[in-house]
């Protein structure tokens, strides 16, 4: 019975054995079938550009048993080297490869799989090539992006990208309105990138009339050199107009939005919390405007997509286009500017006093004080009470309402005013209201008053007496 068992195990053994030869022999005979390279449907074999992402696939025949490994290698070193990149697969019949155009990558790939467990391989597919045949175009930028008469600006080309190698940037200009016969552009300089550098640079100084620029890329790739070239940049020396438009589209020109107009376009100023000039921003503008001086400025957190930047004034310059513009800071939001005329110059009064510059009152008297400003502007504000100059008090309050303080006991002498700002510190205020001087008279007491007026009367019978007398006695 037992040699029975062994005899049939070692039947069984010996076909299964045989079975798995064969099918060994046959597959290592024969190399699995080849699969298909082929560009994805969105490449243009005919114009791939340097430093792109391109997609190519390699396609399994159907009847290939999962799971596979499937490479791609450069076909001339196919059988020598490690594959250019490898994905496993356990089901799909098509695997991508995203490739990154760099110069190394010119040439011609094929691709291959292999049995994960059994390690057979396949046919290498068909040879596809990869010609690098064109370049991204280069990039004209104008630093700052709009400049007055007489200001200063660089006109630079960079690569599209960083990394470009045996890389020449050309820089071409011509002066505008192009006149009859000279319409082409003249050669400025150029320059060979060092590792590293994406950009050439053109300063201009004093800048007076328009210039048109282009640039031309090249470069030099396994023995030939490709070209390409930027659009036209024009370069126009402008007015830069500033203005205000209210945010609630409400009536007056001295808050709101900042604009600035660049060729036929306003376009939105920046505002960023990391740029520490917006002050002087504000206040440049309200003076261009005539409004006065900036009372408060603040973020919108809108972003406009078409912002210009921001201004980086010192605070000295009577226009906007006098402060160069700076065209990063547009993170955050919109530049939003308060200028002082938009908030009177508030009106103090003292109660029961109405129009007087001088009040008189008596020790122990109380005061009170009211102060009360008109804007253009139906927000919230701070009016703050001085005496002699110095804060006293500070409180709340909305165009139009009257707020009173009321000093009791002793009220100090002094001259009293008042004055709005926009927010709980002072830094931005309106001028002072008219002053009113407060001062202590004390009235002599009422009895020396009535002993007096006694006195008088007694004084004047006694002569009127007289004179009857001296009338009697004639
Ligand atoms: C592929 O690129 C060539 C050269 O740029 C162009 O002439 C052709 O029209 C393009 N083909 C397609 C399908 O876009
Ligand atoms: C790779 O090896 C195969 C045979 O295994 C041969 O037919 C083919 O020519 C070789 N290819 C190269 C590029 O050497
Ligand atoms: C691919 O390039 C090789 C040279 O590297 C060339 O012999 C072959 O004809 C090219 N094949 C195609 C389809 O362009
Ligand atoms: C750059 O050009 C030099 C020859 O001028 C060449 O030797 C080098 O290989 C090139 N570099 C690349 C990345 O093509
Ligand atoms: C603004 O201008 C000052 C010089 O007036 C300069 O030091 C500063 O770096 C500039 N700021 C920016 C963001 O360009």
Same mark, same amino acid.
């Given at each position: 019975?037992?040699?029975?068992?062994?005899?049939?195990?070692?039947?069984?053994?010996?076909?299964?054995?045989?079975?798995?030869?064969?099918?060994?022999?046959?597959?290592?005979?024969?190399?699995?079938?080849?699969?298909?390279? /082929?560009?994805? @449907?969105?490449?243009?074999?005919?114009? #791939?550009?340097?430093? &792109?992402?391109? %997609?190519? +696939?390699?396609?399994? *025949?159907?009847?290939?048993?999962?799971?596979?490994?499937?490479?791609?290698?450069?076909?001339?070193?196919?059988?020598?080297?490690?594959?250019?990149?490898?994905?496993?697969?356990?089901?799909?019949?098509?695997?991508?490869?995203?490739?990154?155009?760099?110069?190394?990558?010119?040439?011609?790939?094929?691709?291959?799989?292999?049995?994960?467990?059994?390690?057979?391989? /396949?046919?290498? @597919?068909?040879?596809?090539?990869?010609? #690098?045949?064109?370049? &991204?175009?280069? %990039?004209? +930028?104008?630093?700052? *992006?709009?400049?007055?008469?007489?200001?200063?600006?660089?006109?630079?080309?960079?690569?599209?990208?960083?990394?470009?190698?045996?890389?020449?940037?050309?820089?071409?200009?011509?002066?505008?309105?192009?006149?009859?016969?000279?319409?082409?552009?003249?050669?400025?300089?150029?320059?060979?990138?060092?590792?590293?550098?994406?950009?050439?640079?053109?300063?201009?100084?004093?800048?007076?009339?328009?210039?048109?620029?282009?640039?031309?890329?090249?470069?030099?790739?396994?023995?030939?050199?490709?070209?390409?070239?930027?659009?036209?940049?024009?370069?126009?020396?402008?007015?830069?107009?500033?203005?205000?438009?209210?945010?609630?589209?409400?009536?007056?020109?001295?808050?709101?939005?900042?604009?600035?107009?660049?060729?036929?376009?306003?376009?939105?100023?920046?505002?960023?919390?990391?740029?520490?000039?917006?002050?002087?921003?504000?206040?440049?503008?309200?003076?261009?405007?005539?409004?006065?001086?900036?009372?408060?400025?603040?973020?919108?957190?809108?972003?406009?997509?078409?912002?210009?930047?921001?201004?980086?004034?010192?605070?000295?310059?009577?226009?906007?286009?006098?402060?160069?513009?700076?065209?990063?800071?547009?993170?955050?939001?919109?530049?939003?500017?308060?200028?002082?005329?938009?908030?009177?110059?508030?009106?103090?009064?003292?109660?029961?006093?109405?129009?007087?510059?001088?009040?008189?009152?008596?020790?122990?008297?109380?005061?009170?004080?009211?102060?009360?400003?008109?804007?253009?502007?139906?927000?919230?504000?701070?009016?703050?009470?001085?005496?002699?100059?110095?804060?006293?008090?500070?409180?709340?309050?909305?165009?139009?309402?009257?707020?009173?303080?009321?000093?009791?006991?002793?009220?100090?002498?002094?001259?009293?005013?008042?004055?709005?700002?926009?927010?709980?510190?002072?830094?931005?205020?309106?001028?002072?209201?008219?002053?009113?001087?407060?001062?202590?008279?004390?009235?002599?007491?009422?009895?020396?008053?009535?002993?007096?007026?006694?006195?008088?009367?007694?004084?004047?019978?006694?002569?009127?007496?007289?004179?009857?007398?001296?009338?009697?006695?004639?």
């Amino acid at each position: 019975m037992k040699l029975h068992t062994r005899h049939t195990l070692t039947a069984l053994c010996s076909v299964l054995c045989w079975c798995v030869f064969a099918v060994q022999r046959v597959e290592s005979n024969d190399l699995l079938p080849a699969p298909t390279l /082929s560009f994805d @449907s969105n490449v243009n074999q005919s114009s #791939i550009t340097l430093y &792109s992402n391109i %997609i190519v +696939l390699c396609t399994i *025949p159907t009847n290939a048993r999962m799971p596979i490994e499937i490479h791609l290698s450069k076909a001339d070193t196919a059988n020598t080297s490690t594959p250019f990149m490898s994905k496993k697969q356990y089901s799909l019949k098509e695997v991508t490869f995203l490739l990154k155009v760099t110069l190394d990558l010119e040439g011609s790939f094929v691709c291959w799989y292999s049995g994960i467990s059994s390690k057979l391989q /396949s046919q290498f @597919s068909e040879r596809l090539n990869i010609t #690098i045949s064109g370049l &991204s175009d280069p %990039i004209m +930028l104008l630093y700052p *992006p709009a400049f007055p008469v007489g200001a200063k600006y660089i006109a630079q080309c960079e690569t599209p990208a960083i990394g470009y190698e045996n890389t020449t940037l050309k820089l071409y200009d011509r002066l505008l309105p192009i006149r009859l016969g000279k319409d082409n552009f003249d050669y400025v300089g150029s320059r060979v990138l060092p590792p590293g550098d994406w950009g050439a640079a053109l300063h201009r100084t004093n800048a007076g009339e328009t210039y048109e620029y282009i640039c031309e890329m090249e470069v030099f790739l396994n023995g030939r050199t490709l070209r390409s070239r930027s659009k036209i940049l024009t370069a126009m020396p402008e007015e830069l107009p500033v203005r205000l438009i209210p945010k609630d589209s409400g009536s007056g020109s001295c808050y709101g939005y900042a604009f600035l107009k660049v060729r036929a376009d306003w376009r939105p100023l920046c505002f960023d919390s990391t740029f520490y000039g917006t002050v002087n921003v504000a206040n440049v503008i309200c003076r261009e405007l005539g409004c006065g001086y900036a009372i408060d400025h603040e973020r919108i957190s809108y972003k406009f997509p078409d912002a210009i930047g921001t201004p980086n004034c010192t605070g000295n310059e009577k226009k906007v286009a006098e402060c160069p513009l700076v065209l990063n800071y547009c993170k955050q939001g919109t530049l939003n500017v308060i200028c002082s005329a938009t908030l009177h110059t508030p009106k103090l009064s003292v109660s029961e006093h109405a129009a007087a510059s001088r009040v008189y009152i008596r020790t122990g008297e109380s005061v009170t004080l009211i102060c009360i400003f008109e804007s253009t502007i139906n927000e919230h504000a701070y009016i703050t009470f001085t005496r002699n100059g110095n804060e006293i008090y500070t409180t709340s309050t909305r165009p139009g309402y009257a707020q009173i303080y009321t000093i009791h006991d002793t009220v100090p002498d002094g001259e009293y005013a008042c004055f709005v700002h926009r927010q709980r510190s002072s830094t931005y205020k309106t001028e002072n209201s008219n002053v009113i001087g407060i001062y202590i008279y004390d009235p002599p007491p009422a009895g020396a008053v009535a002993a007096g007026v006694i006195t008088t009367l007694l004084g004047v019978l006694i002569l009127v007496l007289l004179c009857v007398y001296r009338g009697g006695s004639s």
